[in-house]
């Protein structure tokens, strides 16, 4: 009877004191590179947030991608009233370039939405994984229009086709009255009548295309709205849908 009370006793010691180790310990992971700790939840896995101080990286949510793409709106260059001069070269060029930069920033603004609503497949309810589909889709249609119709005329514009031809030739004796012959080389237009039109045109066709960039982009705005708010309203049918 003594043995089994002293048994029972030291049994209860023992669970008690491993509850308390599980309780007191930390719940932190120790990440590989570098010997950083990193704060764990309670399942053990890495807490998310929107900075990475190791990477130097912040990254972007999908509120911020549709508040930067506004911001690109404002920055579509205008065009003058009477029409841009298909005469005037280098303020054809300097139109150009503004808006291609505009167009290059907000490609690389859309590739950054698939990082901002990644979310592994069976933690996305259905509904979720549906909104993010036409999300995507609507996306691929502007970047398709944009790229097919404003893109291939600036780029025609500013980097037409060139041949590098022989411009002239140098001819020199040395010590020995042995003529050397060197060729100098340069960089011509393969076609100038097609550059001309090429820039008349972009001239023509300039507030079209002006047109046709801000109705992709206010089209985007709105379908990123439409998708948050569609998430949202997935979220309170469903604990498993996004909410931003």
Known sequence: FIVSILYASLKTNSRHQFTLKMSTSKKRKIDGTNGKSIPTTDK?????????DFYGYESLSVEDIQNRIKEL?????????DGLKSENEKSIKEWATSLQAVIEEFNLLVCCVSPATYKWGSERSGAA??????????LASSQDQI??????????VLAPVVDLVIDKVITTKDKDGKEIRENVFTRKQTDPDFVNLCCRILCRNAKLLRQVVLANFIKIQRCIDDYRQAC?????????????
């Open 147 to 156: 790229s097919s119709t404003v893109m291939p005329r600036l780029t025609n």
């Open 44 to 52: 053990g896995e890495k807490s998310t947030t929107s900075k990475n």
């Open 73 to 81: 709106c404002h920055r579509v260059p205008l065009v003058p009233a």
């Open 232 to 244: 949202l309203k997935d979220s309170q049918h469903d604990s498993r849908g996004f909410a931003y």
């Open 129 to 138: 994984d549906q909104n993010l589909n036409v999300l995507s889709a609507e």
